[in-house]
């Protein structure tokens, strides 16, 4: 069925420097990669996401890249900060019309004032 | 967010009773999902829909059961609650077209006694 691998599955950074968090999928036919923030005791909350057509999106500090030959894709932070420090999830979506996301598993970012 | 409206909020349950959860929407979202959320496996999906009566599997179904007799609500049964069903679980909705988005519900906290 269908797998979304999620690495590394916690990742601790200093203010201002860069983090990335990378994610493998198995149905080639998914179209659709959102990456989701949950921050402790509360629901995830989409952050940005990119769509099979694209190759790499970017909204300030935040951008995906998306490998489809690969079936990889990739959340990028720059200039990190405190308040970056929370549990981020990708997922993928499968191109049926039955709309079923399978999320990875997770990876805990901390921050470093 | 998007008028997802779950209950109970918390629930505490003994072993071998059946528990239903209950997820409301108010946007006419066709999609809809139940997650559970546990440390360590991320959000993993129980079950989901894709219309009125029309769901099928995620990846951990066994022993739990759906139903799907209105667009707006969407139950999660467990037949008979185990101690391996200690969780959150997470509702949601899935916006679809251009500006496709997962909302998330507030999560409902279940224990099994």
């Known amino acids: 069925g269908e797998n979304v691998e999620q690495h590394p599955s916690t990742l601790s950074v200093q203010e201002g420097d860069s983090a990335v968090i990378k994610c493998t999928y198995s149905d080639s036919a998914s179209n659709y990669f959102p990456w989701y923030k949950q921050e402790l005791g509360k629901r995830p909350q989409l952050i940005i996401d990119i769509r099979s057509n694209v190759g790499e999106k970017k909204d300030q500090r935040i951008a995906v890249t998306l490998n489809k030959t690969a079936k990889h894709f990739s959340l990028h932070i720059t200039e990190t900060q405190p308040e970056d420090s929370a549990v981020y999830f990708c997922?993928?979506?499968?191109?049926?019309?039955?709309?079923?996301?399978?999320f990875g598993q997770g990876t805990t970012l901390q921050v470093k004032p | 967010d998007a008028g997802i409206t779950q209950s109970p909020r918390h629930k505490v349950t003994e072993t071998g009773t059946p528990v239903t959860l209950r997820c409301h929407q108010t946007e006419n979202h066709r999609y809809m999902y139940w997650y559970r959320q546990d440390p360590g496996h991320g959000l993993r999906l129980i079950h989901y829909s894709y219309g009125v009566k029309d769901t099928d599997k995620g990846e951990v179904s066994d022993g739990y059961s759906v139903s799907r007799s209105k667009t707006e609500d969407f139950l999660l049964t467990l037949e008979s609650a185990t101690s391996s069903q200690t969780s959150v679980y997470f509702c949601a909705t899935m916006r679809e077209g251009l500006y496709e988005k997962l909302f998330f519900g507030s999560g409902t906290q279940l224990s099994v006694l």
């Open positions: 997922a993928a979506k499968g191109s049926s019309n039955t709309g079923k996301l399978i």
